[in-house]
């Protein structure tokens, strides 16, 4: 085990170790992700649950809780940090981080622990983004504690085993912006993230262009499956691009535009159609903190990172035009029924995720039948394209199933509930999700009526 942010500033970071739980035991454990790392021996064994709870730690192991500040709503909060969650270190190039694992110095009231709702929820949400091929921390196993939690009642207390590229945030820059050690940790970050900039003519403006393209990449896969985020604070944005912090999220079922879930979101900052926008807003929070970096010249700086930053909706529209296009089967993204099909869909609000998979049904020659408003778009649609390459660009471009919002809560209920065999099946929710067919389950239909009351909360 390495725990490479110890080459930070100690301003940046607490040396601290979890705290210990009464009674952990593992309710949850991702084989699949298992299987890619490393695992050491104590991970695999009888007194697993000991170590995911942070009762215990792998010897020589350096337990850290990361500071870092964030605007969240859009209100600077300069003090934010790992308030109930420890970095480990790395396994196999990967940060572990435990989640609802005690009291740090950024704890600022709460109690330093996670209920096991939240838990599922992270547990199953990460894992079907990245079934749905969209870049995401992935969560390797929940443990139960054996305490209670204290929330609107007593719930069931839980520890996540969060595993991801970097835990890294723009909140960090912000943090480290504060405290004079910007280079410092903009230094570290190009060495984990994107060492390749280094022989770039400014490797600190490379840095910025990777991140923007990264973030970019990632968002145009959300709006590809239709996810919500629900808290885009600066904070829940990692220089990765790997989609973390599940707490309010939930997926796009009729298309609206203007969809928000979330129960504090009541302005509809972090709506669907919002998300683009605010990852702009964010981004030009990151490129401040960048200013010392790029010139001596402040101005000068200014003027280079808000080129960069003013790049950012054309970069975006195109690669986001790119992902309209194959939704439909078509290689080129100017083609004028792409268009017009994503006017029927906003005025006539088709659930998303089904629309398109009854377009790929309806030309691959199922019995389907479309709404009657797409008619005559389907026909001239059916004559514009090349069928093979289209179903081909279709099928790898939209989703079969998705992680539908009532679908979760029911997999959230059955691990309140104590249900024995929650572990096998959240396993066949999975094989669900990469298309499968799991027997004795109606899982893929939409509901509707669910989404229309549905609200999610943050879980902290």
């Known amino acids: 085990m390495k725990q490479r942010y110890v080459a930070l500033p100690d301003s940046l970071y607490q040396v601290i170790q979890p ?94 622990r996670c209920a096991l709702g939240p838990a599922v929820r992270e547990y199953i949400m990460s894992e079907a983004m990245h079934i749905l091929g969209v870049p995401s921390m992935r969560t390797l196993a929940v443990t139960t504690t054996g305490e209670a939690v204290y929330r609107q009642q007593p719930e069931v207390g839980a520890v996540v085993s969060r595993i991801g590229r970097s835990h890294l945030r723009i909140g960090s820059f912000q943090y480290a912006s504060s405290l004079g050690v910007i280079k410092e940790l903009a230094d570290f970050a190009i060495g984990q993230l994107c060492p390749e900039v280094l022989d770039a003519d400014n490797p600190y403006l490379a840095l910025y262009q990777t991140v923007q393209r990264t973030q970019i990449n990632t968002l145009v896969h959300w709006y590809r499956v239709g996810f919500i985020h629900g808290v885009m604070n600066t904070d829940n944005v990692a220089l990765s691009g790997e989609t973390f912090d ?7 079922g009729e298309y609206k535009l203007e969809q928000v879930y979330s129960s504090i979101d009541q302005q509809g900052r972090y709506s669907f159609d919002n998300q683009k926008g605010i990852m ?126 009532h679908e979760i809560e029911m997999l959230i209920d059955a691990a309140e509930n104590d249900q024995k065999d929650i572990q096998q099946q959240i396993d066949n929710y999975f094989n669900h999700l990469k298309g499968n067919v799991v027997p004795g389950t109606s899982w893929g239909n939409p509901n509707i009526e669910f989404d229309h009351h549905y609200q999610t909360f943050c879980g902290t």
Not at 90 to 106: P, R
Not at 353 to 376: A, H, K, R
């Open 280 to 405: 702009q807003w964010n981004l030009a929070r990151f490129a401040e903190t960048l200013i010392p970096l790029i010139s001596e010249n402040e101005q000068e700086a200014i003027t280079v990172l808000t080129q960069e930053l003013e790049s950012f909706p054309n970069a975006f529209e195109q690669e986001y035009a790119k992902m309209c296009a194959h939704k439909l089967g078509f290689d080129q993204s100017d083609h004028p029924l792409i268009a017009e099909f994503f006017e029927l869909l906003r005025t006539h609000a088709w659930e998303y995720t089904q629309i398109f998979n009854q377009l790929y049904d309806w030309l691959n020659g199922d019995n389907v039948q479309l709404p009657d408003e797409l008619s005559d778009w389907s026909q001239r649609w059916q004559d514009a394209i090349n069928h093979q390459q289209a179903l081909l660009l279709m099928r790898t471009t939209n989703p079969k199933a998705i992680p539908r919002n």
């Open 246 to 252: 599940f707490g309010p999220c939930a997926m796009l």
């Open 19 to 112: 705290s210990k739980v009464e009674d952990p035991s593992l309710l949850l454990f991702n084989q699949s992700l298992a299987a890619e790392l490393d695992l050491p021996p104590q991970l695999l064994g009888k007194d697993a649950a000991e170590y995911f709870s942070g009762n215990q730690l792998i010897a020589p192991q350096l337990s850290l809780a990361l500071g870092y500040s964030g605007h969240q709503f859009g209100s600077y909060n300069p003090q934010l940090g790992d308030g109930r969650a420890h970095m480990l270190g790395q396994i196999n190039g990967y940060d572990w981080q435990l989640k609802g694992s005690g009291l740090t110095k950024y704890s600022r009231g709460g109690d330093g």
